[in-house]
């Protein structure tokens, strides 16, 4: 059954992003760049640390159910397929790629809380504080904070690499793979031809 030609796509095709994908992408990312940004500022903060480290884990603990959210979502719709004029090796590249990004952020998401707790601290939610569930355990801690800081490398180079894509498929290849992260075909004979065309 075709759906009206004026209905919203909040669900994502075969070939394109749906609007509740499109708005999880870039909300996701200020929420994550917000947090990368803030986390490397801990360290320079000096005696305003404590304060930095607060703000961080607050927003990170207000946005985790949508991060949460925004991972199983891609996980569970996967990747759309190729589009006709992008480059099969560039997609067979890229597409595991934004898995790993999604990977690296369930990676913070799981870590960032047992950081503080294996570390013997309280997890700062604006003005509560939620002690930690178990002893302190400096191996843990050791553990879960490299792999905090994996995760953070990751998404930093990560979404750099990313912008570098993106400016490549929107400038150079115009291939429509910005574009169907901007929105979603508009008409229903559009999105048929984009989910029917041959790869």
Known sequence: ????????????????????????HWTGALIVLALLFIG??????????????????????????????????RIVKRHPDRLPKQNKT???IGKPFHYILVGAIAMMLTTGPLVAWSGGL???????????PFAQNPSLFRLVLGAHIAGATVLGWGTLL???????????????????????PRETGVAQRADNQAG
């Open 162 to 184: 990313h912008v570098v894509a993106v400016i490549k498929h929107a400038a150079i290849d115009r291939d429509g793979a910005f574009d169907r992260m901007m929105a979603p």
């Open 90 to 92: 560039y997609y067979a």
């Open 40 to 73: 490397n500022s801990i360290h320079a903060a000096g005696l305003d640390g404590d304060t930095v480290l607060a703000l961080h884990t607050s927003i990170a603990l207000s946005a985790m159910g949508l991060l949460w959210f925004r991972v199983l979502w």
């Open 122 to 132: 309280p997890l700062r939610f604006w003005v509560v504080e939620i002690p930690s």
């Open 1 to 24: 059954m075709t759906a009206p030609a004026n209905s919203i796509r909040w669900r994502d095709g075969r070939r394109y992003f749906g609007w509740i994908s499109i708005i999880l």
